[in-house]
């Protein structure tokens, strides 16, 4: 096996939303934490972790750059929104998302983020009309191949038919490791199961998943079964999740400079439930990934209601689980 | 989203103990006067992810001891300002921070009676990048307060 790469490890600081909202972790306890789990690179959502955002002052910056010298790390990526219903009654028109999308790559600089995540439904034509403003600011956009969109996905070529016409450095993609759900992920079963959703069905549709029989098929079959409202929900669930084939990363790697290390569940320091990183990694140290990878923890909205969240030691493991597979300390 | 059913019923059911990330906050629920109005005070939070402008606050109910309170008798006051709940719409660009507690002033002559209310809210917000439809979600919250001495 190759181990030898230029891969880096990170921590999008929306893991520790829940410590976050219950004010158990300030942002600098949420940066000093992931300095400590041996992260070097910081990923956020500044909705969630900037008071006043999208009025920062100047001050807040200095203090950000100064967090990062002081506990050893590189700022990475800004999370954008393009938030087209913030009025009511009407849509953003497409020169006021052309200002949105200036506005967060203005805050993505000042961060010292060389790269911004961009949502995966926001449009080709956009992110062409911006592209001028993302070299002069000098930071990628990368649109975000969340699932249930995949690299072959027609939207998604799009979107790299307009980094190839255009042959700009600053836009490409960023894949979320939520597009190798490999199994359907045990916490949101077990939610779905305390909400109300029929133990066996829950089972069926989980095992029709891991057969990849196609979604609708299992939607048909759960309300031919009487399913509930809460069962129909989660076969509906299948069309929003995804296993796609992680050798296409190695055609795509051209235009990929960031990634989301989406998971939902860590079983111990090698495993997590759903999403077989063993069999994702290794394809990105052959095609030469040479960005970071960032730990993102999403289980805390499945698991809230019944237990204590403890997303620290959930990002933990997830990076002890990288740092092996990425060779480290061999 | 329904109410949790334990699956064995003689199981005892599960300790909630995500409830602390509730709409409605322990703390603050007392008498006041606002503007020269006699009334009380509830605390209430942002239960979304991220910050939103108060534009995706969709709707904002609450009731107390039972009795639905009418939205007129509402102001909701935050970092100082204050706005009636029917302006919320129009204001795209004040954000609520997710850790910033808004204060709901409901005008009530006399104010409560001393000692514990039944205070239910439910806060409707507008997730505003979801580009299909207009999903609003609903946080729906019931709370037994003791009213805090003044």
Known sequence: ?330 | MTVATPLDATAPPPKRVGIVRSFLCDEGFRNATYKGQEGYEVQVRLTSYRSLPLSCVEGLTLKVDGQEVSAENITFIMNGYSHSISELPQLSSIWWFILDTATLFVAHEGGLSAGVHEVEGTLITVEPYITAGRFSFYNSAKKSLQLEQE
């Open chain 1, 1 to 330: 096996m190759q181990t030898k790469h230029n891969i880096k490890r990170g921590v999008s600081l929306y893991s520790f939303q829940e410590e976050t909202f219950l004010r158990k972790m300030s942002l600098e306890d949420c940066i000093a934490k992931a300095s400590e789990l041996g992260a070097t690179g910081i990923q956020v959502v500044s909705e969630q972790s900037m008071p006043g955002f999208p009025h920062l002052s100047d001050a807040f910056y200095a203090q950000w750059h100064e967090w990062m010298e002081k506990y050893g790390c590189t700022p990475v990526c800004h999370d954008s929104f393009l938030d087209t219903k913030r009025h009511k009654g009407r849509n953003l028109t497409e020169e006021e998302c052309v200002e949105s999308v200036i506005r967060d790559l203005k805050h993505a600089s000042k961060l010292g983020c060389s790269v911004m995540r961009i949502l995966v439904s926001t449009s080709p034509e956009l992110m062409e009309k911006c592209i001028p403003y993302a070299e002069e600011y000098n930071v990628k956009m990368g649109i975000e191949i969340h699932s249930p969109w995949h690299f072959d996905q027609p939207w998604i070529q799009r979107h790299i038919e307009v980094a190839e016409r255009t042959g700009t450095k600053h836009f490409g993609l960023i894949p979320d490791m939520g597009i190798y759900t490999k199994r359907y992920p045990r916490v949101m079963k077990d939610r779905l199961i305390r909400n109300g959703a029929t133990p066996a069905i829950a089972e069926y549709i989980c095992e029709a998943y891991e057969t990849r029989i196609f979604c609708e098929y299992v939607i048909f079959e759960v309300r031919s079964m009487g399913g509930n409202a809460l069962d129909i929900a989660m076969a509906e669930s299948l069309r929003h999740n995804i296993w796609s084939n992680p050798k296409r990363l190695l055609e795509y790697m051209p235009y990929i400079f960031h990634i989301h290390a989406k998971f939902y569940d860590m079983v111990d320091d090698e495993t997590e439930y759903s999403i077989p990183y063993n069999e994702v990694i290794p394809y990105l140290i052959q095609g030469g990934y040479e960005g970071y990878l960032c730990s993102e923890y999403e289980g805390n909205r499945h698991i809230q209601d019944i237990s204590e969240v403890d997303s620290v030691e959930q990002v933990r493991r997830h990076q002890a689980m990288m740092s092996k597979l990425l060779g480290e300390g061999q």
